[in-house]
């Protein structure tokens, strides 16, 4: 093989990186060029396959290309394999690693195409010079890459030997780390090697562990990204030319020296995770840019970056995008946050975005004026580019015109609600309006402001002091998924503006059918709760971690009741939950209390309840399958309270609970504690319920669902249903 020579070429890279790969590749001397999916290829000089290989900031890997063949079969694919003089490029005593991709004419899985393509070569070796290669998977001396498609057999060796996105300086990484061929992608996207050239800044307000900021220096300084990586897939093989290598590396060094000379630009990155900064801070090390590119930490609510005066800059980052339920509530008002300080740290500046959520993207309160789709590994993504200047704010008040004085007045505003988000905060002030007389006649503090009023925004929204804990009932799937998020967003974007509250005291979580106890599994685990009052009782709730909150806000009115007839009374409270009626009993004068319910966690929930308002061990807090419990006892109670579960079927239980199966047995078993003139309470939230008839007759039954109902709940008169049960006479 000569220097002279072209070769067939073939370069990799991350989906969505192609047309940016096309450009780079041309730049480095690949002729011919043209894309395909995940990669281009072309013509290239050993040299310049070379080059590709120091300074591709993009490819995954530059491929050699020793065959191209049409196959039908297995055999066909071990005979073009054989076919290749491969003592040419390895030495027989050598190690060898084989890449395969695709499948079809007969190759079902890689594992075996790979064992195909192996076995010929090592035959292939043996039967020429008598000796056969090891095979090595890690920095073997010849890598080889066997792809086929639609029977188009590819063969090719694999110069770059690891992915070319292994700079070398990352050896540790964040919980989301961000590929550093993606992360220089972005960057050409947002031009920074221009602004660079023009003395612009880089910052990033989330930094994690600096991949942005050391991929943007290396451009700046003119750093080829494969000069620190020391093995490469043609170090063993036997084509290669250490001379061409030797210049070209040499030369890298010389224009990275030059570089680094040059006056440093002002390059800051920031990062509130205090555990990610010396990791950070060791790969920039490694990467020698220390001089070049300082690491804070700092929250995001702290930002603002501050180059020599009036010098303007690039602000780039990646936020988290959510993956799990109830993420959209703190990643908008993080989104609007990183908005807002862009719009008063970065005027003047450029910002480039990078998420996989746009929607988010679009609630910074900026409009972008360029776009670019790119996907995170199997992730969607876009890249928005913004001019951060007071005519692209997007804000509650006016938009301001280029050169309004007035501009920096009210830069620290809200972003501008959807037409939709204004009619969901008038609606959410229009009922607090209708409430407050209410709510201040009866000292209420934790009630119920909206429940899905307007059927396109689904959300309930409960008010727990100066916390808002908001609910959203899953989608049916017949409701566009895209259409349901801009909603959701819609309606978090409202609540603080509309309740005044810091985005910060809101907590959302997503309420769909629940199986067994999975309502009462654990969201978060957070452990912080927060005291709340009603009717004279202290209660704690708890907003992140459980589904339910620890009070439901909905019987309100039943525990009212049960304080009021509590006196002197034996009061039982079967499903207790976090003993909230246990409490209003024991204030309304219980003699005794007994809570029964299946949950500890729930139990020494309700025994701190209990001692917050000072009561002492002389409430019984039973931990029992109640079925199973009522059947053992003997005993007579006042005052009985059940609120069952609609399902239940914990692996503590015998069987499984069904409230409308299962209703007529516990009725029967507590009616049996339930003294001659004692009072039972019945309740349950299961939209097609039945009472069984058979109650009725052998019980005095009453349906007291209506007076249960409080003013915070009349538009959902369904909430739940409730009847008084006593003997009859």
Known sequence: ??????????????????????????????????????????????????????????????????????????????????????????????????????RGSGIDNTHFGALKVKDAIVDALRDKLGNRPTVEKNQPDLRVHAHIQRGQFTLAIDLSGASLHQRGYRLQQGAAPLKENLAAAILLRAGWPQLAKQGYALSDPMCGMGTFLIEGTMMAADIAPGLQREYWGFNGWLGHVPAIWQRLTEEAKQRAEQGLNQPPLWIRGYEADPRLIQPARNNIERAGLSEWIKIYQGELATFAPQPDQGQAGLAVCNPPYGERLGDEASLLYLY??????????????????????????????????????????????RLLLFDVQPEQFVLAGQKHKQGDTAANDTKQEPAMLSAGGQMFANRLQKNRKQLNKWLNKNQISCYRLYDADMPEYALAIDIYGDWVHVQEY??????????????????????????????????????????????????????????????????????????????????????????QEAQGKRFLNLYCYTGAATVHAAIGGARTTTSVDLSKTYLDWA???????????????????????????????????????????????QGFFDVQRDQLPLLQQAMRLLAPAGVLYFSNNFRRFELDAKLSEEYQVEEISAQTIDTDFARNSKIHRAWRFTHKA
């Open 1 to 102: 093989m000569t220097q002279s020579k072209l070769y067939s070429v073939e370069l990799t890279c991350p989906k969505s990186l192609e047309g940016l790969l096309l450009e780079e590749a041309q730049s480095l001397g690949l002729q011919q060029a043209k894309e395909r999916p995940a990669g281009v290829s072309g013509l290239a000089s050993l040299e310049d396959a070379y080059r590709m290989c120091l300074w591709s900031r993009l490819a995954n890997r530059v491929l050699l290309v020793l065959a191209q063949v049409k196959i039908g079969n297995a055999d066909e694919l071990y005979a073009a394999v054989q076919s290749i003089d491969w003592y040419e490029h390895l030495d027989a005593k050598g190690s060898l690693a084989v890449d395969f991709s695709g």
């Open 336 to 381: 609007q946050h990183l908005g807002e300080r862009l719009r008063t740290q970065c005027l003047g500046w450029q910002a480039a975005i990078f998420t996989g959520a746009p929607e988010l993207g679009r609630r910074m309160g900026l409009r972008s004026h360029k776009q670019y789709a790119f996907f995170n590994g199997a992730i969607p993504c």
């Open 474 to 563: 899953a989608a049916p799937s017949s409701v566009d998924a895209d259409k349901a998020q801009a909603r959701l967003l819609d309606a978090l974007a409202a609540i603080p503006q509309a309740l005044d509250i810091p985005s910060e005291r809101i907590v959302l979580k997503r309420r769909e059918r629940q199986a067994g106890l999975r309502q009462y599994e654990r969201q978060a685990d957070k452990g912080e709760f927060l005291e709340v009052q009603e009717g004279g009782a202290k209660l704690l709730v708890n907003l992140t971690d459980y589904l339910d909150t620890g009070v439901f806000l909905d019987h309100r009115p039943m525990r009212m009741r049960i304080q």
């Open 607 to 653: 025994k701190r309840n209990l001692a917050l308002n000072g009561f002492s061990e002389k409430h019984q807090l039973v931990q029992a399958d109640v079925m199973h419990w009522l059947a053992e006892q003997q005993g007579s109670y006042d005052l009985i309270f059940i609120d069952p579960p609609t399902f239940s079927n914990s692996k503590r239980m």
